[in-house]
């Protein structure tokens, strides 16, 4: 009876966890045939299944892990001289302290926004001043590093103007400004985030 309900655990384990080839794709025959659960006389562990001839098979590749797509967070900040000071929703950006940030006194957090970021598919996010500021990754440099633009549209609101080409590490922020919005500027703060 003890046997049975190992022999019995050891099949479920084995057709419910598969076991995986190199390539990621099931090895053929793993945990297909009711007699590879088990055999007479052989260790067993729990969720471990035995094949014919896998005792000098190597061991199944550890599971790769699974690529964190890319985002561009940006924070939409209102520069003024309303002598409001710093809204604590920006959290640390010594940067504001430095000119040319430093000639405005007060900076507000009109939205936040999070744009997935996928190699020369551009992603738009409509402003408050009625332009549209568009980012695209244009290289990923390595699994921490990658090349972006930033645009904004013309007024007219066809042909985006070329701000800046960045190269940025994961979590580091930089800073597009100047575009004019009720009696002070627009300050975008965009950090790439996985």
């Known amino acids: 009876m003890k046997r049975a309900s190992l022999a019995l655990f050891s099949l479920v384990a084995a057709l419910t966890l598969p076991a995986y080839a190199g390539g990621g794709l099931p090895a053929p025959?793993?945990?297909?045939?009711?007699?590879?659960?088990?055999?007479?006389?052989?260790?067993s562990a729990p969720g471990a299944a035995s094949a014919p001839g896998a005792g000098s098979a190597a061991p199944a590749p550890s599971a790769r892990p699974v690529a964190q797509p890319l985002l561009a967070e940006v924070l939409i900040l209102h520069a003024t001289n309303e002598q409001k000071g710093i809204d604590p929703r920006i959290g640390k950006l010594p940067e504001l302290?430095?000119?040319?940030?430093?000639?405005?006194?007060?900076?507000?957090?009109?939205?936040?926004?999070?744009?997935?970021l996928k190699k020369d598919a551009p992603e738009n996010l409509k402003l408050p001043n009625g332009r549209t500021l568009q980012v695209r990754l244009l290289d990923e440099l390595g699994p921490d590093s990658v090349r972006l633009s930033a645009s904004i549209n013309r007024p007219s609101g066809k042909e985006f103007l070329?701000?800046?080409?960045?190269?940025?590490?994961?979590?580091?922020?930089?800073?597009?400004?100047g575009q004019s919005h009720k009696k002070g500027i627009l300050v975008l703060v965009i950090r790439v985030v996985k």
Do not use: C, M, T
Not at 163 to 172: F, I, P, R, S, W
């Open 162 to 177: 070329p701000l800046l080409e960045v190269k940025a590490h994961v979590g580091q922020a930089f800073i597009v400004a």
């Open 97 to 116: 302290g430095k000119p040319p940030f430093s000639n405005y006194d007060s900076y507000q957090v009109l939205d936040r926004a999070r744009l997935p």
């Open 29 to 43: 025959g793993a945990a297909s045939a009711p007699g590879a659960a088990s055999a007479p006389g052989a260790a």
